[in-house]
């Protein structure tokens, strides 16, 4: 992010979470410098002063805040190691990965001994991994035994417990309270089936837009659209399923049916259908400060990466070629390196095949399917960097860094990078300049005037590009 004044002032005033770490404010009024995120009071435009470090706010005087500690915060702090090494081990933990790997896992797929990682969380966060893991599992429990018909016992395995009795004892520890009795609170229902959970945004949310773009790239046997509703397989960790996503009609929340197979894998599913359909935008803000660009469609979103891979492998099939000629393509890569699953949804057949399996194919495989012989290099290669941990595809953390690590592929240049970073980074203020879409719908062919076109719409960019591409499509 290139750290300019009105675009920090932006991004401070909409409290975006994505911009934590990447700068920090300095209040001249009380002598305190801050965190993009901090719940404190709105302060004025002119007591506030930018930096790209926390060092740099304190060499200018400043002492860090007491509500939103800087210290925690990723990116760029000051003690930025501790920091990030606590935050990537805490959105592990909270995506359920203590349940499948334990605490050494964790630790080293984070390159720590689990002394240290324990050190790290409990000197920043106060608690233990394990503790840390029963918070979050006890939140979810509670959240299911109010929003969902689940029995006890299927809450209990579908928050995270691997075992009954462990979970009755913990939550009465904790909230003074058996499962039962706060079931009994919200009044018998029937059951249903399958799964239920409402997940909710900040309208408004423009779905017939979110549904439109995913549906004209979706992967034949991956992913599929029923009316208003978004479908797809999902295939998490060793548990395989289905998913439905289906606006509400009477609250602004996204009601997501999962098949009872992907129970225990509730939390990390939920995550990720959030950042499918980014449901942590502000929407009202971003459109204000893009003016005329999003008039027409309010609520506009960037569709995310339920799968970053995935989409890596879509962007890559759509190199130079149309949307709908990629997705027949990807359609016959799921075919041929997919698993095959069930699911009771017509044309939902296969899971997307996971990065081990496409870097262990031929070329001639893959030029069956109709890629050419360089296109099929670039998703050979890129399928062995993400298998090897050379390319993270994960959302968050560095995007400058990450886009480094995909333009070092052969075939991967700067449009396949910056379109990863706003769909799977969750990169706000990427932008695609060289797309022949956005040259289209801003009259420009040169990418350096487009860049300068797009200047002002800092730190929303990707919010722009999607108002761009929006603005080609046919009018009734």
Request: charged share 25%; glycine share 8%.
């Amino acid at each position: 992010m290139q750290l300019d004044p009105e675009t920090c002032w932006r991004a401070l005033a909409a409290r975006d979470a994505r911009f934590d770490g990447r700068f920090f404010v300095g209040v001249s009024s009380t002598g305190i410098y801050c965190r993009p995120v901090c719940p404190a009071r709105s302060v004025r435009r002119d007591h506030c002063s930018f930096y790209p470090s926390a060092a740099a706010a304190e060499a200018a005087g400043y002492r860090p805040c007491l509500r939103c500690r800087p210290e925690l915060a990723p990116g760029n702090a000051s003690v930025d190691a501790v920091a990030r090494l606590a935050g990537d081990a805490m959105s592990r933990i909270e995506d359920g990965a203590l349940g499948e790997a334990g605490v050494a896992q964790i630790a080293a797929q984070l390159g720590v001994t689990d002394r240290h990682l324990r050190r790290v969380v409990r000197s920043v966060l106060g608690v233990s991994p394990v503790e840390l893991a029963q918070t979050h599992r006890l939140l979810v429990a509670k959240r299911l035994l109010t929003d969902t018909d689940l029995s006890v016992t299927e809450v209990a395995f579908a928050s995270g417990f691997s075992s009954l009795r462990r979970f009755n004892a913990l939550f009465k520890q904790r909230y003074r309270l058996v499962p039962t009795a706060l079931r009994r609170t919200r009044g018998a229902r029937p059951g249903q089936r399958p799964l239920a959970c409402d997940v909710a945004f900040r309208p408004p949310l423009d779905w017939p837009s979110l549904c439109a773009f995913l549906g004209s790239r979706a992967a034949r046997g991956v992913e599929a659209l029923d009316g208003e509703s978004y479908l797809r397989t999902v295939a998490l960790g060793k548990h395989r399923g289905w998913i439905r996503v289906t606006p509400s009609r009477a609250r602004s929340t996204l009601r997501v049916d999962l098949s009872m197979s992907l129970a225990p894998a509730l939390v990390p599913a939920i995550a990720r259908v959030k950042r499918l359909f980014d449901l942590s935008a502000h929407p009202d803000l971003i459109a204000t400060h893009l003016g005329s660009l999003a008039s027409r469609h309010p609520g506009l979103r960037v569709p995310g990466a339920f799968d970053g891979f995935e989409v890596a492998v879509r962007a890559v099939l759509g190199q130079q070629v149309s949307v709908r000629a990629a997705s027949t393509m990807a359609g016959r890569l799921v075919a041929k390196l997919g698993e095959p699953v069930e699911t009771p949804v017509p044309g939902l057949t296969h899971t997307f095949p996971v990065a081990d399996r496409v870097a262990s194919a031929r070329v001639g495989d893959l030029t069956a399917m109709g890629l050419t012989t360089a296109r099929a290099g670039t998703l050979l290669a890129l399928a062995r960097a993400v298998a090897e941990g050379a390319v993270d595809l994960s959302p968050g953390g560095d995007p400058e860094a990450k886009m480094a690590s995909l333009v070092r592929l052969d075939g991967v240049g700067d449009w396949t990078a910056q379109y990863l970073a706003m769909r799977v980074f969750a990169w706000p203020d990427a932008f695609p300049a060289s797309d022949l879409g956005i040259r289209k719908a801003l009259g420009e062919t040169s990418p350096r005037r487009i860049l300068d076109l797009a200047e002002p719409w800092r730190p929303w960019r990707a919010y722009a590009a999607m108002h761009l591409w929006k603005s080609l499509e046919k009018r009734p």
